[in-house]
């Protein structure tokens, strides 16, 4: 069973990629079916209930998105699954993000981006980082939105992730668009359809083709930007994005209008509204309110436009209440203190690995000193030794050569009287030769 879950989430990618329709339709129910007869709760049964979670926000059911979000946490943190946990904060960010509930977005993906830091997940913090400028440019916090978006843009370039790259492009255009600065904004944009079609990545060039198209429309080249609204609308039908047909029906309602073909601008708004309401798209229910209210107000309906002004306001309001304002603000104002602070810690701590590191090292050195020291001492001590040694060893040296001299002249004086007596005896005695005749005549004496 659980080998059959896990090939059944890998191949949902083949069948989203051979055929979008079918497989939303099919697949949803497969692994539904496939899911309520699982009875180990185990990693792989997170990961189907956030593709669940996934698949339901795309076609627009955000209740059953959210159920299978939370599904996912939850089950997330019994397992301590941390890498479960962040895909599930980010996909509740997202239902959230959609339904412009802007500080529940923000706070998921605080806590998605956390936890991707903490696993050292380059990719999931970039991630984070993009979602999190969106929901800063949403609020006109362009300055955060650009300084998300760059940081997101120099992890996927280290990475060498041409989609990832594809979308920060597209998003620092979007705020530069808002800016009013749309020849800045037309290069993001063409920059980012190009990557965007090289990885094939259909949603995300539905997105560019939209931005494009919004660029002409603002430079007043109406026939350049309903070709790409048209191409907008007809991929995200082939999609079935309804986020996208619902934005696509807005933008090419409000060029009608601007061409002043107000009944065709109408037939673009309503169906716009409706699909909106249906996924919970607050920001798209506004932009259909306003765009009915330029169809009214163009005809005549002074009291219908007013109507819709109304509701515009009213949803608009919801959106970027005081209160909403406040907590996004210090949702970021707390991320970036606790960002802060952890590299505060990180600096402390590598601050004080390299002063353990230097007190190894002063301690090396320390003994290695000490080691020389005492050598020197040992050698100086063992020179000394010797000196005194040597210098008893002379001594020593002298005295026997003072007891030789000594010995020497007493041996001498020795054998001079030797020699001395020797000479008296030798000049008191008869020499031989003397004997030796007085012998011979001796001799002949007696002969006779």
């Known amino acids: 069973m659980r080998r059959s879950i896990k090939y059944l989430f890998l ?6 990629t051979a055929n979008h329709s079918y497989a939303q339709k099919t697949l949803i129910d497969s692994v539904l079916n496939l899911v309520k007869t699982v009875t180990k709760q185990d990693t792989i049964l997170v990961n189907n209930y956030i593709f669940l979670c996934g698949e339901y926000r795309k076609i627009g059911d955000n209740q059953a998105a959210m159920q299978y979000g939370n599904l996912a946490l939850t089950l997330a943190k019994q397992l301590q699954y941390k890498k479960g946990c962040a895909y599930a904060y980010n996909n509740i960010g997202n239902i959230y993000a959609y339904q412009s509930n802007h500080s529940k977005a923000l706070e998921n993906y ?9 696993l050292g997940n380059k990719k999931g913090i970039a991630a984070g980082y993009v979602n999190m400028a969106y929901i800063f440019s949403s ?11 760059f940081a997101a843009l120099k992890i996927f ?6 989609k990832g790259i594809a ?129 009214d107000s163009a005809q005549g309906n002074y009291k219908g436009a007013l109507d819709y002004c109304k509701l515009h306001k ?9 209160d909403n304002t406040k907590k996004t603000a210090q949702m970021s104002a707390q991320y970036e203190s606790e960002k802060k602070d952890n590299e505060i810690k990180l600096l402390n701590k590598d601050k004080e690995k390299q002063a353990a590191i230097s007190e190894a090292e002063s301690k090396k050195q320390r003994i290695i000193i000490w080691s020389v ?3 020197l001492i040992l050698v100086i001590f063992f020179s000394v030794f010797i000196y005194n040694r040597w210098r008893i060893t002379q001594q020593q040296k002298l005295v026997i050569e003072e007891q030789k001299e000594i010995v020497d002249e007493k041996q001498k004086e020795i054998l001079d009287s030797i020699y001395y007596a020797k000479r008296i005896q030798t000049s008191l005695l008869p020499s031989e030769k003397y004997i030796e005749k007085n012998l011979t005549q001796l001799k002949k004496l007696i002969k006779k």
């Open 110 to 118: 605080l806590a998605s981006t956390k936890i991707n830091e903490e």
């Open 373 to 375: 020291a005492c050598g």
């Open 157 to 162: 370039e280290g990475l060498g992730n041409k």
């Open 167 to 295: 979308q920060v492009y597209n998003n620092i255009g979007t705020i530069y668009k808002k800016q009013g600065l749309y020849a800045k904004a037309l290069d993001k944009f063409l920059a980012s359809l190009k990557l965007k079609e090289e990885v094939g990545d259909k949603k995300g060039i539905v997105n560019s083709q939209i931005n494009i198209g919004d660029i002409y429309f603002m430079q007043g080249d109406l026939n350049k930007s309903l070709e790409h609204y048209s191409v907008s609308l007809k991929m995200s039908e082939a999609l079935q994005d309804k986020f996208g047909i619902a934005g696509a029906y807005y933008n090419i309602g409000r060029l009608l209008v601007k061409q002043n073909k107000i009944a065709e601008a109408r037939k673009q708004f309503v169906p716009c509204l409706q699909i909106s309401n249906e996924i919970g798209s607050k920001d798209l229910i506004a932009f259909a309110y306003s765009g009915l209210a330029m169809c």
């Open 11 to 16: 191949l949902a990618v083949i069948l989203v």
């Open 139 to 149: 609020q006109n916090n362009y300055e955060k939105a650009l300084e998300s978006n």
């Open 314 to 322: 009213e949803i608009i309001d919801s959106i970027y209440n005081e």
